[in-house]
């Protein structure tokens, strides 16, 4: 049961949010799709960016290690620094794209 | 507003939902339990010429790392249970920080395993030079069997190139991440370490 606690919070704020949302901010349920479009795209657009950062780096310090001997380990590619800063590239580029449209 | 691009619409929604239904799915399933047993080596403990803890990190203070600490403490209850008489830590120094060989020696001196039993490699920095090294070690000493400790996966890149050597591995696995574990937490972490480590196969293979 505990294991469930948390998103049964997050499903209940949701609720409390949405309804004050739409009394107070009258707000629409279309404005709720677009809100969990726009969520979902930035996720994606998040984990693509991570994913072209990963690749990106494995290759560089391959090619770092082969042609200075210098070693740097794969590992730094997976580190909390990694997910924030990438979010944080992810965030930019999401909203210039949104911006361009 | 005109949608100039729904392709790249339609592939970032997809992309996201199916990143929100895999955490979904990760968290609250026993997929990455599943998933992390393919990719683990079962443990294998019986006696054998010396114990192989292999390195994990080492703190700027000389603190050991937590997964350094765990498979170094396993190496030594190995010791102490009599499975072996010699004990090999490994581990180089890391931007500046004292030698994670070192620290361990330290430690297992403090814990009663006495000098000549203990071996150090100090100075590889990846699994293929730290197998090189310590079987070079160990030949001299004339030891062909070890029990092998490092994490779980790390063992399925780890064993094989220490048979290569000569050796026979006995592995034993020393986990932060129980492979049963059912919080949903601890499920995301343990996924996201078999998919790391699913992901560095596929580079040591390419890079073979």
């Known amino acids: 049961m505990d294991k469930l606690y948390v998103i049964a919070l997050i499903v209940a704020t949701c609720v409390l949010f949405y309804v004050v949302a739409q009394r107070r901010l009258r707000l629409q349920r279309g404005d709720l799709i677009q809100a ?11 984990v693509l960016v991570y994913i072209g950062n990963v690749v990106l780096g494995i290759l560089l310090i391959m090619l770092i290690r ?16 990694m997910s924030l800063f990438t979010a944080f590239q992810a965030l930019v580029l999401y909203h210039l794209w949104l911006a361009k449209r | 507003m005109v949608d100039r691009h729904p392709r790249i619409h339609t592939l970032l929604r997809t992309v996201g939902l199916l990143t929100v239904i895999s955490v979904l799915v990760t968290a609250y399933t026993p997929l ?9 080596v079962p443990a294998q403990v019986q006696p054998a010429d010396a114990i192989v803890v292999l390195g994990a990190g080492v703190h ?11 498979r170094a403490v396993t190496g030594m209850v190995l010791y102490h249970r009599g499975l072996a008489p010699l004990i090999v830590f490994s581990g180089p120094s890391y931007e500046g920080s004292p030698i994670e060989a070192e620290a361990r020696a330290a430690l297992a001196r403090q ?15 990846t699994t293929t030079e730290e197998t090189a090294n310590i079987a070079a070690q160990l030949r001299q000493r004339g030891a062909k069997r070890i029990l092998l400790v490092t994490g779980s996966f790390h063992l399925a890149r780890a064993a094989p190139r220490f048979q290569k050597e000569g050796l026979t591995v006995y592995p034993v696995a020393a986990d932060d991440i129980p492979l049963d574990t059912d919080g949903p937490e601890r499920r995301l972490e343990l996924m996201w370490v078999s998919l790391r480590e699913a992901l560095a196969r596929w580079v040591y293979r390419a890079g073979e």
Not at chain 1, 36 to 46: Q, S
Not at chain 2, 32 to 40: I, K, M, S, T, V
């Open chain 2, 60 to 70: 700027r203070d000389g603190t050991l790392g937590e997964v350094s600490l765990r």
């Open chain 1, 36 to 46: 969990v479009y726009r969520a979902l795209e930035f996720i994606g657009c998040w």
């Open chain 2, 111 to 125: 814990l009663r395993i006495p000098e000549k039993a203990i071996l150090v490699e100090t100075r590889a920095q």
């Open chain 1, 66 to 81: 082969r042609l200075t001997g210098f070693f740097i380990s794969l590992y730094i590619l997976d580190g909390l620094i």
């Open chain 2, 32 to 40: 990455p339990n599943l998933f992390a047993r393919a990719l683990a």
